[in-house]
């Protein structure tokens, strides 16, 4: 159990243009969900939390207008990438919670060209 | 930051030996998760370690924790190149966020 996916696996978009990142948990429900980047060589750092229904949170430094996260229902979660440049390049890792445990999806590259 | 502090950032090391990573975080936890990622791939769950425990093992794996220094190592013991790798701890703290808080990594290249 515990399957998380993530839509699409790997994106390249122009500069200026919106990217949108799917992230399902397949056999169950999510209330809580993150999301995390990961830049080249370096660790995970969360950038929001988002609760089902409710408004996400935004970790200092991640722009609120820039990455908009809609966490409609229980199984699934977006975040979009407005705008993107290239310096949005990055890895894209959600992580829905289910009883206290966070499972991962298996993240999405985006390069921004 | 919460984030927690791994050493070394990379290691090398012949098929067959062990290697030891560290990990030190700086808030109290409720546990300790050591993960696994290859080049450019999600992330793996190893194993979990409850604050309440010093040490647990999982195969070929061996996890220690030590909360009063605030700090953890992940052995793996006779390495193989399957096992090249980057390794990260997470820590689950025991106030504030209820997300997992990620070390800076450990690249493991594993030389057959």
């Known amino acids: 159990g515990a399957v998380v996916s993530q839509h699409p696996s790997w994106v390249i978009c122009k500069s200026g243009t919106s990217v949108k990142i799917e992230c399902r948990s397949l056999d169950f429900q999510a209330t809580t969900m993150f999301w995390y980047r990961q830049f080249p060589k370096q660790s995970l750092m969360l950038m929001a939390t988002?609760?089902?229904?409710?408004?996400?949170?935004?970790e200092q430094g991640v722009e609120k207008d820039k990455f908009l996260i809609n966490h409609a229902s229980l199984t699934l979660s977006t975040l979009t990438v407005t705008s993107a440049h290239p310096e949005d390049s990055s890895f894209y890792i959600c992580?829905?919670?289910?009883?206290?445990?966070?499972?991962f999806g298996p993240g999405t590259r985006l390069l921004v060209l | 930051s919460q984030q927690g502090e791994e050493d070394p950032q990379a290691l090398s090391i012949q098929e067959g030996e062990n290697a030891t990573m560290n990990c030190s975080y700086k808030?109290?936890?409720?546990?300790l998760q050591w993960y696994r990622q290859n080049s450019g791939r999600g992330l793996v769950h190893l194993i979990l370690?409850?604050?309440?425990?010093r040490e647990k093992h999982s195969g070929r794996l061996r996890v220690t924790l030590d909360t009063s220094k605030k700090s953890s190592s992940l052995l793996i013991t006779a390495s193989r190149a399957a096992d090249t790798a980057s390794y990260f701890c997470?820590?689950?703290?025991?106030?504030?966020?209820?997300?997992?808080?990620f070390g800076t990594g450990t690249r493991l290249t594993v030389i057959p």
């Open positions: 992580s829905p919670l289910r009883r206290e445990t966070q499972y």
């Open positions: 370690i409850r604050s309440n425990e």
């Open positions: 988002s609760n089902e229904g409710s408004k996400a949170t935004y």
């Open positions: 808030t109290s936890i409720n546990n």
């Open positions: 997470a820590t689950d703290p025991k106030t504030g966020a209820n997300n997992l808080f």
